[in-house]
């Protein structure tokens, strides 16, 4: 049985990735300080899948505390996760998320070097990419982030290419990822931003439990259908799948650092968003139209080609599902984890 790390697994897309990593046949340790994140996922994670991954809490610019789990859970993978992700707060406050997220991916390199483990998939964003010239978005697209947050991810995406273009015996898959939503059908897992909610869904979600009064929507004149924003929403139990497909690609990439999109292939306006998410949840969902926000582009959506020609991996679940599974979960947790303490 191959065992994985999983940093940060106790987060959002981490903690769902765990569950498939388990049912696949991993055996799984996650590494997470827990900062943003709750180790109740773990604990429901393990219930869903049959077995509790191993908790380690540190931070992986822990140097040395990332040498001692490295030394016990001696995986034969990482999959990186870890990292500060709000872009307003990365446009608020550059210098934190660059320490943070650079540093965090420097030490984790640097130790797994030592180790001799020189197998990663990095959770990686479509922030890259910035403003698209065309679309939908390949990854061959120019990369020109619009926030300190994108460039931190991409700025890891070069850091992981060049430690494989200096040592051939290293592998990695980067993944660019969309608009993750959703929850396990389960509901025992789920998205519990802090704070105000910097997306849409889990903004929506929060006025459904009567978190919020209303949503804010940025933006009713753009050149859409609708003339509200399209984004590419993927479920995050498809995200998942798609970071076991990478996994299992590492065997074949020796010396290689594959980039992969992960979509759907297409866009849903902000208002089909609403639309769907009053079908699944029953409620009126009242919204504010505003102007628009600063950096919002009109339309992103992927080209996942790639990722289906090579991982032999697509996306298979519809908005109705995501906004089904996600209100599965937070109208169980109306307050997130915290509703379980």
């Known amino acids: 049985m191959a065992t994985v790390l999983v940093t940060g697994g106790a987060g959002y897309i981490g903690s ?57 859970v001696r995986p034969d993978a990482v999959l990186h996760f870890a990292g500060l992700k709000s872009v307003p707060d990365s ?29 990663i998939v990095f959770s990686s964003s479509a922030t890259v990419y910035g403003e698209p010239d065309d679309l939908p978005v390949a990854e061959t697209a120019s990369t020109r982030p619009a926030n300190p947050y994108g460039w931190t991810k991409l700025l890891i995406e070069q850091m992981i290419a060049d430690v494989v273009r200096a040592d ?19 509901g025992l897992i789920g998205e519990d931003p802090e704070g105000i909610p910097g997306n849409l869904m889990p903004y929506l ?61 297409r866009g849903a306006s902000v208002l089909e968003v609403i639309a769907a998410m009053r079908e699944a949840t029953g409620h009126r969902l009242p919204y504010e139209a505003l102007d628009r926000r600063p950096g919002d582009v009109p339309e992103l959506w992927a080209d996942p080609a790639r990722a289906r020609q090579e991982l032999g991996w697509s996306a298979s679940r519809s908005l109705a599902e995501m906004c089904r599974d996600a209100w599965s979960w937070q109208s169980t947790h109306p307050q997130g984890y915290r509703s379980q303490t």
């Open 205 to 265: 979600l929060q006025v459904a439990v009567g978190r919020r009064s209303h949503l804010p929507l940025y933006g009713t004149d753009y050149p859409t259908s609708d003339g509200t924003t399209l984004r590419d929403y993927i479920h995050v139990m498809d995200l998942a799948d798609g970071h076991l497909a990478a996994l299992k690609h590492l065997d074949s990439a020796v010396g290689q650092a594959h980039v992969f999109n992960l979509g759907t292939g």
């Open 168 to 186: 051939p015996r290293w592998s990695a898959a980067l993944l660019r990822y969309f608009n993750p939503v959703g929850a396990h059908p389960s």
């Open 16 to 72: 769902h990735t765990c569950v498939a990593l388990i049912e696949a046949g991993y055996e799984v340790a996650v590494l997470d300080s827990l900062a943003n994140s709750s180790a109740a996922a773990i604990d429901a994670a393990g219930e869903i899948a049959g077995h509790r991954p191993r908790l380690y809490i540190a931070d992986c610019r822990d140097e040395s505390a990332l040498e001692k789990v490295m030394a016990d």
């Open 91 to 119: 446009v608020a406050d550059p210098l934190r998320y660059y320490r943070h997220n650079l540093d965090s991916a420097a030490v984790l390199l640097a130790v797994m070097e030592r180790s001799g483990v020189r197998r």
